[in-house]
């Protein structure tokens, strides 16, 4: 397998989970907002990522959300499901689960916590590679999260294993990306993270497309972002640019962090698939909600809150 034996290109969201308040998966929400996001022009759909609150979630419950993500799309483009494990058998039970719900692929990132070396690294997709079984593998680089990196020399190597077929570059490093993207885009489609941040440049510089946590919130600004680009109508883009990075920075600062911010505003504007985060994440309340209400009105515009914050405050018990 190669990049061509794949079609996967343009704005595949990066979908988050929403909880009920007492931690049962809301799967009614999560598929309105499958069906949302795909009516709002995205072309793909990459769940139990890092935005989808993998780590919050047992093997079965993620065996589901693969099943509902498989069942949302309707064959309306690929469901590529994440299966992030510091152990290689849960990696590939979880690629086994997402090949029997039908998904189009797998997001496989390496292990976390316990730091390794470049040689671990490739070792340990070596045994997923060897097991995926006709799946198709995009690798995850979210140094951030995962603690271990893939560099652009770990990605030369990667690329030319049988299943890899594609790179989610999140590592937030312009360079690192873009060195990624030089050396493996003739084997390997190479999708750029965080296109709020410079997905513009990640574009103009032959990204195969954007995958992000904002279409989320901001829907179709952020798929627009892809298309302009690609047409070459860069006021459009730089102006769609500089709105992502305003909310990038209003997502991470003033006591909030991105995924509880993603889903807090996703209830303040009324959006299906918020919800509540699961412990040890804490759903927004005080002045960081305020801050985002307040933010979101800013940079979106004032029509954009639809749930009277009162009801926020409450609900989170604040």
């Known amino acids: 397998m190669n990049r061509n034996s794949i079609s996967w290109s343009g704005p595949m969201p990066a979908i988050t989970t929403p909880f009920h308040s007492d931690g049962a998966l809301d799967a009614a929400g999560y598929m309105a ?12 759909i990459v769940a139990a990522g890092c935005t989808g609150e993998f780590w ?6 993620r065996s589901e959300l693969a099943r509902l993500t498989v069942q949302a799309l309707r064959g309306r483009g690929p469901a590529i499901i994440g ?28 292990p976390y916590f316990a730091h390794l070396t470049e040689g671990e690294i490739i ?22 999260n995962a603690g271990n ?7 030369d190597r990667l690329v030319d294993m049988d299943h890899i077929v594609a790179i989610k570059e999140s590592s937030s490093d312009w360079r690192n990306f873009h060195e990624t993207l030089l050396r493996v885009r003739d084997r ?16 103009l510089a032959g990204a195969d497309g954007l995958i992000d946590c904002f279409p989320n919130v901001w829907a179709p600004g952020c798929l627009d972002l892809w298309h302009v680009a690609r047409a070459g109508r860069m006021d459009e883009a730089l102006a769609l640019q500089r709105t992502g990075l305003a909310l990038t920075e209003l997502f991470t600062t003033g006591g909030r962090t991105l995924y509880p911010a993603t889903k807090a505003a996703m ?6 698939g918020g919800g509540y985060p699961r412990p040890p994440l804490r759903p927004l309340d005080g002045a960081a909600l305020d801050g985002l209400a307040t933010g979101l009105k ?3 515009g004032a029509h954009v809150i639809t749930t009277e914050i009162q009801e926020l405050h409450h609900a989170s018990g604040t």
């Open 33 to 44: 907002n499958i069906d949302r996001l795909m009516d709002a022009g995205s072309t793909g």
């Open 56 to 61: 919050a979630m047992n093997m079965a419950e």
């Open 83 to 110: 299966t992030g494990a510091i152990r290689a058998p849960e990696v590939i039970e979880q690629i086994h689960a997402a090949r029997e719900a039908g998904a189009d692929g797998v997001l496989v990132m390496p």
């Open 123 to 144: 070792a340990h997709y070596e045994t997923i590679d060897a097991a995926a079984s006709g799946m198709p593998i995009m690798v995850y680089n979210i140094p951030g």
């Open 149 to 155: 990196a893939i560099t652009p020399a770990i990605a």
């Open 188 to 203: 390997a489609r190479v999708f750029c993270g965080p296109s709020s941040v410079f997905g513009v440049p990640a574009v």
């Open 267 to 272: 209830n303040l504007m009324g959006l299906p």
């Open 298 to 300: 800013s940079i979106l």
